[in-house]
């Protein structure tokens, strides 16, 4: 099956604004899924509010379109209910992080088996440009006129710690890059984070002077590279890119199922 048969033709094209890192991402996304011969009719994508989270009108799969910062928790109850269905939510870095964080960590600790794919590009792009909790300190935003002074979280280092049992990051500059951490996420048994780190050209790089979104891009290609590189080793201030963790942990709604029938015996 082609990647084109993923989507629901009749809704593009896409409202995301030209340069938008969010467009390779769903391409990559797909590509992986199709690399993987996964049916539609397996497959369900349940997304926030924010411009990461239009990505669940354009594939035709089952999806949810759900309120902000809540996928995980409706996501939660998709997987619960019907376990063999692969889950994808993707999240904007507001919609996962901010109203959303106390859900992302619980998802991370509970490891159930979903893939939650993380758009970060440091700003509330959809609602007029507000700083994120991963814009980091000293950005330009339209509610921090004066710069933030916020410290940012770091994504990897938040999952990492809530326990989630695969964790990777890539940009959206290193499109290869993200379907091959796509496909091991998807199959990876356990709660998955794949953050990716995308271009907001509208309003983080125009509010910020970074230039076109083909500057932003050079940036992700000069300022990341693979985990454990010796550049890492002479520039520590590198972003590091791949898989954090890959660890066999029982998978909570197989978890679940071992309780109901231990009950199930007892009765």
């Not at 009749?10 to 797909?30: A, E, S, Y």
């Not at 997304?47 to 996928?71: E, K, M, N, P, Q």
């Amino acid at each position: 099956m082609a990647v084109h048969n993923y989507i629901r033709q009749r809704f593009f094209p896409h409202i995301w604004c030209p340069g938008c890192g969010h467009g390779t991402i769903l391409n990559n996304m797909l590509r992986a899924v199709d690399e993987m011969g996964i049916s539609r009719n397996d497959l369900v994508m349940v997304s926030g509010i924010g411009c990461s989270s239009r990505i669940s009108g354009y594939v035709d799969f089952h999806s949810l379109h759900t309120i902000h910062g809540r996928a995980l928790a409706y996501a939660t109850g998709v997987k619960m209910s019907r376990p063999k269905l692969n889950v994808l939510i993707p999240m904007g870095d507001g919609d996962a992080l901010a109203i959303g964080g106390n859900h992302f960590i619980h998802a991370c600790r509970r490891n159930l088996d979903m893939t939650a794919i993380i758009m970060n590009n440091r700003i509330y792009g959809m609602t007029g440009g507000q700083f994120s909790p991963l814009s980091g300190e000293g950005i330009l935003s339209t509610t921090a006129p004066q710069l933030t002074i916020d410290r940012s979280f770091d994504t990897v280092e938040l999952a990492l710690a809530s326990g989630a049992s695969f964790v990777a990051r890539t940009t959206a500059y290193h499109a290869r890059e993200i379907t091959k951490l796509m496909t091991k996420a998807i199959a990876h048994k356990g709660f998955s984070v794949v953050e990716i780190l995308s271009q907001c050209p509208t309003h983080f790089g125009r509010k910020n002077k970074l230039g076109s979104a083909v500057d932003m891009l050079e940036f992700f290609k000069s300022r990341t590279t693979p985990i454990g590189s010796k550049a890492k080793e002479k520039d520590p201030e590198l972003i590091e890119r791949g898989v954090f963790r890959q660890a066999d942990i029982p998978e909570y709604s197989s978890e679940y199922d071992r309780i109901i029938a231990k009950a199930r015996k007892e009765r």
